[in-house]
């Protein structure tokens, strides 16, 4: 048996974290583009606070009873916390015969959820040594669950230990963020990004590579499903779909860098379009990618997918019509 998988340009620090273990504070951030490995970095560190094995250097060791737990998804003193949409297993089984539920799984972390984790935490440990709770992505919860988590980041029970995992740390209460450590996890190199690329199979790497702004999972996710992005990078169009809304909005907002790019004479950056720019044009560019930007946070809220795509397609500078 195998701990999270731990991608290799994330394991310096988590040799770093594991040589001041017991200097380790209550409360660790950790941070950094989608696609660089957070959550699997995340999902170590709690391993690594939760390892029973005698020698600090040797952990997490993947083979004591705690290891063993963990790894197999039930140890006693882990938690995490995780909007519903990303759950692997529905938080209550429906019993047999009842109604199937109508209501969308939840895209935010609720307060509930973070009352839970409070009872989890204000009692004592199964195993005589820590409680750790792992929260993702932590931007995602709502507001009175952030305050409600705020409460046991600033007076923290004995043993106590969160991991917050987020792709977006500005979006945090800044009183949250205040009373975390922060790890940053940066873009690898692109020799070594290129190099795991390749031993994972996907074909033309460097493109997509370049099209997730150098954060390999993101390139594998996009090598995987090359058709569909391609064909919404090549000829966006107006689109019926949720899915395919957040594909547009992607490609949207990354030509419209490259397009900003070129105006400046710079070459493009994400690889989304070829087409020149005259400088002219940089402003209303730039000002088109920022609001793709800000419209990718909301394509998941229950909107009108097709006339929400429409109007991001009627709002592109007009050299492009």
């Known amino acids: 048996m195998s701990g999270p998988l731990l991608h290799p340009w994330n394991q310096p620090i988590l040799d770093s974290l594991r040589s001041r273990l017991e200097r380790l504070p209550h409360a660790l951030l950790v941070h950094g583009a989608r696609g660089v490995g957070k959550l699997a970095l995340g999902e170590r560190i709690a391993q690594l606070l939760l390892c029973e094995h005698a020698e600090e250097a040797r952990r997490p060791c993947d083979a004591c009873d705690a290891c063993r737990w963990f790894l197999a998804g039930n140890h006693p003193d882990f938690r995490r916390l995780e909007p519903e949409a990303l759950m692997k297993e529905p938080t209550e089984p429906e019993e047999e015969g009842a109604a ?5 799984p939840s895209l ?19 195993r005589g040594k820590r409680r750790v709770a792992l929260v993702h992505p932590a ?9 409600a988590l705020l409460k046991g980041l600033e007076e923290p029970p004995a043993g ?6 987020s792709h977006r740390p500005a979006r945090l209460l800044p009183t949250v963020r205040s009373r975390c450590v922060a790890i940053p996890v940066p873009i690898p190199a692109p020799e070594v990004a290129r190099g795991w690329l390749a031993g994972q199979g996907a074909k033309d790497a460097d493109r ?8 390999p999972l993101r390139a594998l996710e996009y090598a995987a499903d090359a058709p569909a992005y391609d064909r919404v990078i090549r000829s966006p169009a107006q689109v019926e779909d949720r899915n395919e809304l957040e594909r547009l909005a992607e490609a949207l907002q990354k030509s419209a860098y490259d397009r900003a790019f070129s105006a400046f004479g710079l070459p493009p950056k994400f690889r989304a379009t070829t087409a020149a720019t005259d400088p002219g044009q940089a402003r209303p560019w730039l000002a088109y990618a920022r609001a793709m930007g800000e419209n990718r946070l909301l394509v998941r809220h229950p909107l009108n997918v097709a006339l929400f795509s429409a109007d991001m397609l009627a709002a592109r500078p007009q050299d492009l019509k």
């Open 160 to 165: 106590a230990m969160f991991v917050l995992v």
């Open 108 to 126: 935010v972390i609720r307060i509930e959820q973070v009352r839970a984790l409070a009872d989890f935490l204000y009692v004592g440990s199964h």
């Open 208 to 215: 997509w590579l370049a099209y997730a702004g150098g954060a």
């Open 139 to 147: 931007e995602d919860m709502n507001a009175n669950a952030a305050n």
């Open 100 to 104: 199937k539920r109508s209501k969308q």
